[in-house]
């Protein structure tokens, strides 16, 4: 009976290249190791950019079978193992917007689901303007952020990722991961000041 494989997300020569590389020999075992490692994370991905919980599963699933075929491919190269595999989620998402399969939705609350106190046409309408004008200056202000600074708001507030989970992800220090976090906190401050004035 072999030992059970466990991966951790770590630089190489700890556990994960081992995985890593007996994946690429075939080891079944290996790669489902690297599976159980890294699903959680791959699915809050393409989770917080689908909005669609099944989309976010289907594609999680082909993410890894894309891995799977393409395992040969990967090298230790100044990326991690779920670097890589974020990255293959990523090029998938955008498979799937440019095919227009899925349409990002704004929700808003319903007329039954505002409270009570005031059950008007105009205010229910006043809310939900206000609502999509909050949407609209969260997202305008995080169009404002380089790449890697909206990665990080997104793992670590939508997808509810802690720093230490953000940095593995993004194949950072926690350090790093904390300065992105509180410039790019600092930069979306400023735009929806800005645009509020």
Not at 8 to 31: I, M, N
Not at 94 to 100: A, I, N, P, Q
Not at 170 to 193: I, Y
Request: glycine content about 6%.
């Amino acid at each position: 009976m072999s030992p059970q494989i466990t991966c951790e997300t770590a630089p190489p020569g700890a556990a994960e290249p081992e995985c890593v590389a007996r994946a690429r020999a075939g080891d079944r075992a290996a790669f489902a190791a690297l599976y159980e490692e890294h699903w959680r994370s791959v699915y809050r991905y393409l989770l917080l950019r689908t909005r669609n919980r099944h989309l976010a599963e289907d594609l999680t699933q082909e993410v890894f079978a894309r891995a799977l075929r393409r395992i040969g491919t990967f090298t230790w190269q100044g990326v991690t193992f779920a670097a890589w595999l974020l990255t293959i989620a990523r090029n998938l998402h955008l498979d799937e917007v440019r095919t227009s399969r899925t349409r990002l939705e704004t929700l808003v609350p319903e007329p039954a689901d505002v409270d009570g106190s005031d059950r008007s046409a105009e205010s229910t309408a006043l809310r939900v303007l206000e609502a999509v004008e909050a949407c609209d200056a969260v997202r305008n202000a995080l169009n404002t952020l380089s790449p890697h600074q909206r990665q990080c708001l997104e793992l670590r507030f939508l997808g509810g990722m802690s720093p230490a989970e953000t940095a593995r992800t993004m194949g950072r220090s926690v350090g790093a991961v904390r300065g992105l976090t509180f410039r790019a906190l600092r930069k979306v401050r400023t735009s929806t000041e800005a645009n509020a004035a």
